[in-house]
Nanobody, 123 residues
Framework: QVQLVESGGGLVQAGGSLRLSCAAS????????MGWYRQTPGKPRELVAS???????NYADSVKGRFTISRDNAKNTVYLQMNSLKPEDTAVYYC?????????????????WGQGTQVTVSS
């Protein structure tokens, strides 16, 4: 089993900053990518940013230049630094992990989600 523990959400005024963290633990053989998604009521969950173990970092167009995703591989932790926040960034933010676990000599793709953390940006 894999656990993703998120922290760092909260209430901030427009123009302010927040930093989200997500620490992964448990039965992980290899992490392929970690990322952040967000969701508002009545809308589908959307990608905010993802950082693969190999390859390019990907950002949603709406956050480019304002948000920065980073990863500490030694701690299996991903961060999302959010600057110049706007009211439209208000959402529940979810951490996502894609990877591989090993069980009795076999390998399985896995995907897990964090519990979500609320980010509210006031105007």
């Amino acid at each position: 089993q894999v656990q993703l523990v998120e922290s760092g959400g909260g209430l901030v005024q427009a123009g302010g900053s927040l930093r989200l963290s997500c620490a992964a633990s448990g039965s992980i053989f290899r992490i392929n990518a970690m990322g952040w998604y967000r969701q508002t009521p009545g809308k589908p969950r959307e990608l905010v940013a993802s950082i693969p173990s190999g390859g390019s970092i990907n950002y949603a167009d709406s956050v480019k230049g304002r948000f920065t995703i980073s990863r500490d591989n030694a701690k299996n932790t991903v961060y999302l630094q959010m600057n110049s926040l706007k009211p439209e960034d208000t959402a529940v933010y979810y951490c996502n992990l894609k990877g591989v676990r090993r069980d009795s000599g076999s390998y399985y793709f896995i995907e897990y989600w964090g519990q979500g953390t609320q980010v509210t940006v006031s105007s």
